[in-house]
Antibody
Framework: QVQLVQSGAEVKKPGASVKVSCKTS????????MHWVRQAPGQGLEWMGW????????NYAQKFQGWVTMTRDTSISTVYMDLSRLRSDDTAVYYC???????????WGQGTLVTVSS | QSALTQPASVSGSPGQSITISCSGT?????????VSWYQQYPGKVPKLMVYEVSNRPSGVSNRFSGSKSGNTASLTISGLQAEDEADYYC??????????FGGGTKLTVL
């Protein structure tokens, strides 16, 4: 079955960077775009961007352009989300979510809590 | 890209029906059939409930149904049950090849 397993919780200081991984299994890695979505405490879901695991192409929400980098390693079926210049309001749970049929998110990682605090 | 507009909260009694709206623009909700709905319990991962406006994934109760008119999509839950109490989010593809979520709606079963 499809599985998305994310890396563990992180605590970072303001100004630092964080890299969250999402290891996939149970399907053809290059056949589905992967998205990153975050959720601040008590807040809603916020779409950050997607990566095409086949080509490495990306598209980020305007808010995150210049600030987020999504990459992939096809040899280990893993995608990564790197967020730089962290601020306290970047404290959130970050999810990877698999896109299906160019339309919806059918499988989600378990989430990674990133806490930004001095 | 602004978030889609959802009511912050809705409520209903067991057995009743409720509808959650999701308003966007012609560049997102109104322009595509790629509207989906997600259910999220506190501290849990979102779960797909409806895709492509009105389709239900296997295993989702037929009490959940979706529709769209113009720039507004809707999720209707009929025969409300206590287990339906959760947060609900809509999502849409956009003309910029991006996605956008609604602000979320908290459903309370009275």
């Amino acid at each position: 079955q499809v599985q998305l397993v994310q890396s563990g919780a992180e605590v970072k200081k303001p100004g630092a960077s964080v890299k969250v991984s999402c290891k996939t299994s149970g399907y053809t890695f290059t056949a589905h775009y992967m998205h990153w979505v975050r959720q601040a405490p008590g807040q809603g879901l916020e779409w950050m961007g997607w990566i095409n695991p086949n080509s490495g192409g990306t598209n980020y929400a305007q808010k995150f352009q210049g600030w987020v980098t999504m990459t992939r390693d096809t040899s280990i079926s893993t995608v990564y989300m790197d967020l730089s210049r962290l601020r306290s309001d970047d404290t959130a749970v970050y999810y990877c979510a698999r896109e299906y049929s160019s339309s919806w998110f059918d499988s989600w990682g378990q989430g990674t809590l990133v806490t930004v605090s001095s | 890209q602004s978030a889609l507009t959802q009511p912050a909260s809705v409520s209903g009694s067991p057995g009743q029906s409720i509808t959650i709206s999701c308003s966007g623009t012609s560049s997102d909700v109104g322009g595509y059939s790629y509207v989906s709905w997600y259910q999220q319990y506190p501290g849990k991962v979102p779960k797909l409930m409806v895709y492509e406006v009105s389709n239900r994934p296997s295993g989702v109760s037929n009490r959940f149904s979706g529709s769209k008119s113009g720039n507004t999509a809707s999720l209707t839950i009929s025969g409300l049950q206590a287990e339906d109490e959760a947060d609900y989010y809509c999502s849409s593809y956009t003309s910029s090849s991006t996605w956008v979520f609604g602000g979320g709606t908290k459903l309370t079963v009275l």
